[in-house]
């Protein structure tokens, strides 16, 4: 029996997930839940080398499935090392993108399908499901504008303004065909987000 909670956050770069991120943190820890925070691709040692290798400028030859299967072997690191355990001791894992953000980046925006990238990630799940999975909606161009003032781009954020598009058209299409995925816009205040954000999550923890 899983006796913790597994919450995600998805959405196009730029879309301020870490901010929320935190900002629930903050939110649940004040109310008494133990929490634990943590992020794809990385999370543990080994994930975050697998990080450096699948956003390096310098791996232009790296193909799709290549990138594919190193997001799902720093997932399965992640799961088994920290995810399960955490879950079995009873705190609340938020988690900075998970596996959809495979199912749109690889399946939809590499073209590679969404029923591969599933079954590559099946596997790396080991049967570990997400419990709440929060998107936030952003147009594609609206989060590029926020991150071009980061200046420094990663190999992910390089890949062009055709692939973020569909990356944002696949982030709407897996919303639509999935009820677990609930949606905020994120094309408002921090504040705002946060609360529609807290309305979700405290739905759940009454039902549950
Ligand atoms: P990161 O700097 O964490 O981006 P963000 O702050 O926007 O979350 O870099 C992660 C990048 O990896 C991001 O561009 C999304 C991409 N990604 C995938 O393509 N597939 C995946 O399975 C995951 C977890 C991330």
């Not at 935190?22 to 691709?41: A, D, F, H, S």
């Not at 072997?73 to 009873?90: C, D, F, H, T, Y």
Request: charged share 30%; glycine share 8%.
């Amino acid at each position: 029996m899983k006796k913790g909670l597994l919450i995600t956050l998805e959405g196009p770069d730029g879309s301020g997930k870490t901010t929320q991120i935190n900002l629930l943190e903050e939110y649940l820890k004040e109310k008494g839940y133990e929490v634990l925070k943590t992020r794809e691709p990385g999370g543990t040692s080994i994930s975050e080398k697998i990080r450096d290798i699948i956003l390096d400028n310098h791996n232009v030859k790296m193909c799709g499935m290549c990138e594919a299967l190193l997001y799902a072997a720093s997932r399965a690191q992640l799961v088994n090392e920290v995810l399960k355990p955490a879950i079995e001791e009873g705190k609340i894992v938020i988690c900075d993108r998970f596996v959809d953000s495979s199912i749109v980046y690889q399946g939809i925006g590499r073209g590679l399908g969404v029923d591969r990238i599933r079954s590559i990630n099946e596997a790396a799940l080991d049967g570990l499901c997400t419990d709440i999975t929060i998107m936030l909606t952003l147009p594609y161009d609206e989060g590029l504008k926020r991150k071009y003032k980061q200046k420094i781009f990663d190999r992910l954020e390089n890949s062009g303004e055709e692939f973020h598009k569909k990356v944002f058209e696949g982030y709407l299409e897996i919303s639509r065909k999935c009820d677990k995925i609930k949606t905020v816009d994120a094309n408002t205040s921090i504040e705002n987000v946060h609360k529609d954000i807290i309305q979700i999550v405290n739905k759940f923890l009454k039902c549950n």
